[in-house]
Each structure stands twice: as structure tokens, then as C-alpha cells.
């Protein structure tokens, strides 16, 4: 049977760049060359390593990619770099959103590049409830971080993990993904289902962190306090999955 596109069902395939080429322009020309790494867990950690902004998945079909894919694109272009590069930037909740969607999209992409058999993390029905939301819902939250990047080749410039995705006590469906390109880091928790009328508490804010889903207020950038890379693995730690839920 023909393999047909995760978001509409729609065929045949496209690639589509997990990173998208436009991102060059946030990056040195030095720092091309430097490959990314991408980590799951729970099956067994996988990397995943690949040149930078090369990277491709065939699972959308050309309108998807296009389509609304595309409009992401534009929504986060106007700041996307000066985040990645740590310059400043003013993120209104409008920006925010933007964010939270291309960020969330990524995610999904990502997970394509793993073999089959660990496209686990996320699943088929949070491909679905996207491409009808085309955002963030209520099983979701994310923020971002802000951490230093080191001028030389000791950490990845991309990184991306699902750390930790499974069952919580309550047996509700949750991941956490953790994206890291250069000084921005967004991390999405997704926790579900939930009855109707609940929804995941958002993230507190802290020194460190700021939420953007749901967003509240504007976020001056770079944040005041960065998040060593020390300290990538312990933000993405499972025992967040067993996060809090509240009246909508
Ligand atoms: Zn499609």
C-alpha cells in the first residue's frame, strides 16, 4: 500500500527539511559543517546524526509542504535567528504561538527521521489533532530556555530529545520533547487524553525558563538567566510526565 501523508492522508510524498534551509542564515558558515544529534529513549536510545539543515523526511505530501507547513515557515522568520543566535528579540504572545507551532511541527518531523520501529514517541493522533489545530492544544504546554553556546564543536548545535514518553500513574498517554537549536531551547510536554473539560497546567516560569503555551505576557530575549548545557538532559527528565492537569 502506498505510504500516504501523516497530516491529511493525502499522496504521494514530498521531502520536506526537518530544519528548514532558510535557517542558514542564523548560523556562522563555520557552523554548517557541524552535525546534530538526536536521541531517543525509552526503546533504547537511537542517534541520529546528519548535516545540518540537509536533512529530509518523505511522510507530508506536497500540499501539506506547501500549504499550511510552509505558513509556519514565514510565521517564526522574521525572529527565528536572532533566538538561535542569542541577539535580542521582543516575543509577543502572537510570536509566541508562532513559535510554539513551528516548534511543535519539528518535533513531528524529527521523529521521522528515527527507523520505524522507534517512531514511538509521539503518536499517530497528536499528527492528526495538528494538522486540525495547527497548534498546540490543550494536552499541551511548552516554554523556552535559554542556553550559551560554546564557540567550538564540544556540544551539538541541534539536539533534540524525547526524553522520557509513556505512561503516567493516571495511565494518560505523555512525552517530552526537548529541542535545542544553537542558544534556544523549546521543550513541549504532551499529556493525555483528558476529560473534556481539563487541560495540562501550563509551566511555572522560572529564572530560566519562560512559558510561550499557553502565553501571557511579552518575553524580552536573550532570558536573563542561560541554562548550562550540563543541564539539557536533567530539563527533559521523565519525572515531569506525571505534571499536573486543571479546569479549563
Ligand atoms: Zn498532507
Not at 14 to 29: G, I
Not at 153 to 169: A, C, N
Amino acid at each position: 500500500m502506498a505510504r500516504t501523508c501523516v497530516f491529511c492522508g493525502d499522496s504521494p510524498l514530498t521531502n520536506e527539511h526537518v530544519l528548514p534551509q532558510w535557517l542558514k542564515s542564523a548560523f556562522e558558515p563555520s557552523m554548517l559543517p557541524r552535525v546534530r544529534f538526536v536521541k531517543v529513549t525509552d526503546t533504547g536510545a537511537r542517534d541520529h546524526i546528519a548535516p545540518l539543515l540537509n536533512d529530509q523526511v518523505k511522510v507530508v505530501c506536497a500540499n501539506c509542504n506547501s500549504g499550511w507547513m510552509n505558513d509556519l515557515e514565514e510565521g517564526v522568520r522574521a525572529f527565528l535567528p536572532a533566538l538561535i543566535r542569542g541577539g535580542l528579540a521582543i516575543l509577543d504572545p502572537e510570536e509566541q504561538h508562532a513559535l510554539t507551532a513551528w516548534s511543535l511541527k519539528t518535533m513531528l518531523m524529527y521523529q521521522h527521521t528515527h527507523r520505524r520501529a522507534d517512531q514511538v514517541a509521539i503518536p499517530p493522533e497528536d499528527f492528526k489533532a495538528f494538522y486540525e489545530e495547527r497548534t498546540a492544544n490543550r494536552l499541551m504546554t511548552a516554554r523556552i530556555a535559554f542556553m550559551l553556546y560554546p564557540p567550538d564543536d564540544s556540544i551539538p548545535l541541534v539536539d533534540t530529545l524525547y526524553q522520557g514518553h509513556g505512561e503516567t500513574d493516571d495511565s494518560e498517554r505523555a512525552w517530552i520533547g526537548t529541542l535545542k537549536i544553537g542558544c534556544l531551547v523549546v521543550q513541549i510536554l504532551r499529556l493525555g487524553p483528558l476529560d473534556d473539560d481539563r487541560r495540562v497546567l501550563p509551566f511555572p516560569n522560572t529564572a530560566s525558563t519562560r512559558t510561550i503555551s499557553p502565553s501571557t505576557r511579552r518575553i524580552g530575549w536573550p532570558l536573563r538567566h542561560p541554562i548550562p548545557y550540563e543541564h539539557m538532559r536533567r530539563l527533559a527528565h521523565p519525572e515531569i510526565l506525571n505534571w499536573q492537569t486543571t479546569t479549563l
